[in-house]
């Protein structure tokens, strides 16, 4: 099991930066598959970006590749989005997610067995 705490969100410039983070709890983490997804308002929740426990393969949404990197250090027990060129439709809260093993190529929010709460970004013209 694992536990997950999302910090980093905030308001920002568009054409700015933000950085997330999302702090795991438990001793298996380095074998999960963690994502993060997004929810804008009056909005579905969406897929944002995953990496494997090993960092071997990464995915992004088609609409913040090449802005967005997703990293994870098992050692810290983290995984970080860094959010550039930030636009106002980025708007949302952040969220992360793990699946055991997940697949990477699992976009959809029911994939995923664990969810932080989530941290509000708001990206302002």
């Known amino acids: 099991q694992v536990q997950l705490v999302e910090s980093g969100g905030g308001l920002a410039q568009a054409g700015g930066s933000l950085r997330l983070s999302c702090a795991a709890s438990g001793r298996t983490f380095s074998t999960y598959t963690v994502a993060w997804f997004r929810q804008g308002p009056g909005k579905e929740r969406e897929f944002v970006s995953v990496?494997?426990?090993?960092?071997?393969?990464?995915n992004y949404a088609d609409s913040v590749k090449g802005r967005f990197t997703i990293s994870r250090d098992n050692a810290q027990k983290m995984v970080y989005l860094e959010m550039n060129t930030l636009k106002p439709e980025d708007t949302a809260v952040y969220y992360c997610?793990?699946?055991?093993?997940?697949?990477?190529?699992?976009?959809?929010?029911?994939?995923?067995?664990?969810w932080g709460k989530g941290t509000q970004v708001t990206v302002s013209s």
């Open positions: 990496i494997t426990p090993r960092s071997d393969t990464t």
């Open positions: 997610a793990a699946a055991q093993w997940g697949s990477p190529a699992e976009f959809t929010p029911t994939a995923y067995d664990y």
